[in-house]
């Protein structure tokens, strides 16, 4: 089943809806969020939102990769990556079961 995209806007017009911010405030303070874990996953910091799921950078080294229409050998640039790691808490939301391996209602 694919879902919708959920865009700023959607976030923004969350917090205007559910806070009671005004528009602008609203933008702002998700503004400030998004940029505030950008900045930390660019100093190489862990974010980690309880219940939620952690954003990880991790280094990878140079490598060599392959062309697959030409079968050359190229190489790949070492680099930063990010991945997401899901709490299990989350992980059990999006399945629609309780931590205790039950299903939810």
Same mark, same amino acid.
């Given at each position: 089943?694919? @879902? $919708?995209?959920?865009? $700023?806007?959607?976030?923004?017009?969350?917090?205007?809806?559910? !806070?009671?911010?005004?528009?602008t405030e609203s933008a702002g303070l998700v503004e400030l969020v998004l940029r505030e874990i950008a900045d930390c996953l660019v100093r190489g910091e862990t974010v980690k939102l309880s219940s939620f799921g +952690?954003? !990880?950078? $991790?280094?990878?080294?140079?490598?060599?990769? $392959?062309?697959?229409?030409? @079968?050359?050998?190229?190489?790949?640039?070492?680099?930063?990556?990010?991945?997401?790691?899901? +709490? +299990?808490?989350?992980?059990?939301?999006?399945? @629609?079961? +309780?931590?205790?391996?039950?299903?939810?209602?």
């Amino acid at each position: 089943m694919a @879902g $919708r995209t959920v865009t $700023r806007a959607d976030l923004c017009e969350a917090v205007y809806q559910q !806070v009671g911010l005004s528009r602008t405030e609203s933008a702002g303070l998700v503004e400030l969020v998004l940029r505030e874990i950008a900045d930390c996953l660019v100093r190489g910091e862990t974010v980690k939102l309880s219940s939620f799921g +952690s954003f !990880v950078v $991790r280094d990878k080294g140079e490598r060599i990769g $392959r062309n697959p229409k030409t @079968g050359e050998e190229v190489p790949i640039e070492p680099r930063r990556v990010m991945v997401f790691k899901p +709490s +299990s808490i989350l992980k059990h939301r999006i399945n @629609g079961t +309780s931590p205790d391996g039950a299903d939810e209602d």
